[in-house]
């Protein structure tokens, strides 16, 4: 499941960014499984990369069989913990690359606002700064290359401080609005920027916590056993198909909800905001990724409860320390 999910992205940014044909239009070219053929036809250059492509899909189950053969006496809860570790991973990631985005991006858009840019980096530099692409390719995407080695060397979700930014960030608007008479159309990006990322990327955090509001009302009386099916069943017909219908529907095609302001570096009318408007967009990859990834492991740990196997459900340690965290449940 989560090895198709990566090989997923992995075609998308192959396809819409690299060129690539994918396995599909692979498959149309070569007019098999009864599919027809291409409107256009492949040309010669690219029908080896379909092929890989074509042969990844084996290869991805291929892979996940060995992994099942090799690790045949690994418990069910040691795999839950990986995949919860993994999904902390991707929120530690995104946590510490959209801090770092929203203060470039703030800076420059500033300097552009007080046409300070040229007289700090030089014309041409300041020009290029201007287009959104060059922005994102050069300067605000890097920041998750930042951001993934950050959160390989530290082990925890600072979500309070996230918080605390989006507050300090509507002081300041607040300040300079009321009493230096002075607004600018990026203080206001810069608190939705944030604001978006905290709502969004905390949604793993909190299932792993059992931080979300529950209305229950034949759950919290069902044993442990009843807990544990409601909970895999849930996983597997709701949470795991809903984060699926939000990647499929969303990045299918070129024009696709996520795609398109992806690829087209989609920014706000305003010409001097903040260029992040695509990565907004690219929250709702990181909320269906971390989820998805946080629901299998969810789910494996409350079939290693029907196994009998040894342990409580899991609480990522990389990620909070459950006794600290109150469970927030709304009984009906």
Not at 10 to 32: A, D, R, S, T, V
Not at 227 to 250: A, E, F, H, R
Not at 261 to 267: V, Y
Request: net charge neutral; glycine share 6%; charged share 15%.
């Amino acid at each position: 499941m989560v090895a198709y999910l990566i090989f997923f992205l992995l075609n998308n940014y192959l396809i819409y960014f690299q060129g690539w044909p994918g396995p599909i239009n692979f498959i149309k070219h070569h007019e098999w499984f009864g599919f027809l053929p291409l409107r256009k036809p492949l040309s010669e250059d690219i029908i080896n990369l379909g092929l890989i492509q074509f042969l990844g899909l084996f290869f991805i189950l291929l892979l996940s069989i060995i992994w099942a053969t090799i690790t045949k006496d690994r418990s069910i809860r040691d795999d839950a913990k990986l995949w919860s570790d993994f999904s902390a991973y991707i929120i530690r990631a995104a946590f510490w690359a959209v801090f770092f985005i929203g203060i470039v991006d703030a800076v420059i858009s500033f300097l552009r606002v007080e046409d300070l840019l040229s007289l700090t980096v030089g014309e041409n530099m300041a020009s290029q700064l201007g287009k959104s692409s060059f922005r994102g390719t050069y300067v605000l995407y890097p920041m998750f290359i930042v951001g993934g080695f950050i959160a390989y060397r530290s082990r925890n979700i600072d979500f309070i401080w996230l918080a605390l930014l989006v507050v300090v960030a509507e002081f300041i608007i607040v300040i300079t609005r009321f009493i230096f008479s002075y607004e600018q159309a990026f203080m206001g990006d810069l608190v939705r920027f944030w604001y978006a990322a905290l709502f969004l990327f905390a949604s793993s955090y909190a299932l792993v916590t059992e931080g979300h509001v529950r209305v229950d009302v034949l759950y919290a009386s069902f044993s442990k056993k009843a807990k544990s099916i409601t909970n895999v069943v849930g996983c597997l017909l709701l949470g795991i198909p809903l984060c699926w219908t939000i990647l499929l529907t969303g990045m299918w095609n070129r024009g696709s909800s996520l795609n398109g302001p992806i690829i087209s570096f989609e920014t706000y009318q305003q010409g001097y905001g903040m260029y992040v408007k695509y990565i907004m967009v690219s929250f709702m990859i990181i909320f269906a990724l971390s989820m998805l990834v946080q629901f299998v492991s969810y789910a494996l740990d409350n079939i290693a409860n029907l196994r009998g196997e040894e342990g409580d459900t899991y609480k990522n340690e990389d990620m909070v320390d459950s006794e600290t965290i109150p469970n927030i449940q709304t009984i009906g």
